[in-house]
């Protein structure tokens, strides 16, 4: 997705007041052009911004990370208990 498209996602996140889930397991893997800031860099209080290793160190691992506003992770937190 291009750069202003990112922009007007985040735009209509904030004007109607809705989460973004951006899963950006390929976001390191460039191989021309230039780097294309992600949604979370508009809108990091509206996105949950999901990354992991597994394409780029081993893809038998399954290691990820989350990045998100503090009261969601809180919740992921607390599924992730039961």
Same mark, same amino acid.
């Given at each position: 997705?291009? *750069?202003e498209r990112r922009k007007a996602v985040a735009e209509l996140a904030e004007k109607y007041d809705f989460l !973004?889930? *951006?899963?950006?397991p390929y976001g390191e893997l460039r191989?021309?052009?230039k780097? !294309?800031?992600? !949604?979370k860099t508009f809108?990091?209080?509206r996105t949950i911004y999901l990354g992991t290793f597994s394409k780029? $160190?081993?893809?038998? $691992?399954?290691i990820a990370w989350i990045v998100?506003? *503090?009261n969601i992770v809180d919740r992921f937190e607390v599924a992730t208990d039961c």
């Amino acid at each position: 997705m291009s *750069e202003e498209r990112r922009k007007a996602v985040a735009e209509l996140a904030e004007k109607y007041d809705f989460l !973004i889930i *951006e899963n950006n397991p390929y976001g390191e893997l460039r191989y021309h052009g230039k780097d !294309i800031r992600p !949604i979370k860099t508009f809108a990091p209080e509206r996105t949950i911004y999901l990354g992991t290793f597994s394409k780029i $160190f081993a893809p038998g $691992f399954r290691i990820a990370w989350i990045v998100a506003p *503090e009261n969601i992770v809180d919740r992921f937190e607390v599924a992730t208990d039961c």
